[in-house]
């Protein structure tokens, strides 16, 4: 897939980290992906942002102390109006969990908590736009709800935020739905009822492309990370579920290794 300038409305436009560890985690990242990272200055907290071949890929910020919620990558959908997405949430069975809040010059963000209990950002472009590549190596390739209730999920993001559904499968061994727009998918929701420990809950998931996902796993382990489920392939690629050195977890992408 090229650069891009915008999302379309709904669809993924940003990740984020949220992290015990910002040097820590920048320099893995870094050398992981070949990322280079820069402080957006006190102004903004901190808030590191990451660049591929100088095209913004992800953020990060420190994690806050006592919050709970560190170490993890934090999905966002874009919207042209988050005040009025955060209405639309609680009056879809979602919970706001961060108001809707001014980035200055940047643009404008908020949390939520849908149905089934994945955590979703939501951002109104201003001047930062998004990520500007995707599917490249070392950049964001796919996104999609691991959720516990699937049947809550669907509808919620179909009415907040205009998903056009597409059922890839519906048996009882493996549920998946896309969110496609014009005509083209863009983001996932899984049924896990039955795949994840009860402990586990609903949850958000980014991808990121890489050209040879077994190196790139080797790669990883190197820098400190781990590997949480080995690579295996798929029909849409040879993929790994890992984590940074700081136990935040994610999946990487690559094609199918010839022969």
């Known amino acids: 897939m090229p650069t891009r ?39 903004y907290g901190g808030y ?28 966002y959908l874009a919207t042209a109006d988050a005040d009025a997405t955060a209405k639309a949430v609680t009056e879809s069975g979602g919970q706001v969990m961060m108001e809707p809040m001014t980035v200055p010059e940047q643009g404008r963000m908020a949390m939520f908590l849908d149905p089934s209990g994945g955590v979703v950002g939501v951002w109104q472009p201003a001047e930062h736009k998004g990520f500007g590549v995707m599917g490249e190596h ?27 559904l597409a059922t890839l499968s519906d048996t009882g061994e493996f549920r998946y739905t896309t969110g496609r727009f014009d005509g083209e998918d863009l983001a996932g929701i899984f049924d896990a009822s039955t795949a994840m420990p009860a402990d586990v809950p ?4 980014m991808f990121v492309a890489v050209d040879d996902t077994d190196a790139a796993v080797a790669r ?19 993929m790994a579920n890992v984590a940074d050195p700081n136990g935040a977890q994610f999946m990487i992408s690559g094609p199918v290794a010839a022969g």
């Open 48 to 75: 590191v942002m990451f660049f591929s071949d100088g095209k913004p890929v992800a953020g990060m910020m420190a994690g806050q102390s006592g919050n709970p919620y560190v170490n993890i990558w934090t999905t």
């Open 202 to 205: 609903s949850h958000w998931q």
């Open 138 to 164: 070392g950049a964001p390739a796919w996104f999609e709800l691991v959720s516990k209730n699937y049947d809550a999920a669907l509808p919620f993001y179909r009415d907040v935020f205009g998903w056009n």
């Open 5 to 43: 300038e915008s999302a379309p409305i709904g669809a993924p436009c940003w990740i984020d980290l949220q992290t015990s560890d910002p040097e820590r985690a920048a320099a893995f990242y870094d050398a992981m992906f070949d990322w280079t990272h820069e402080s957006s200055g006190e102004e």
């Open 220 to 238: 990883l382990t190197e820098l400190g990370g781990t590997v949480l489920r080995e690579p295996w392939d798929s029909e849409h690629g040879r």
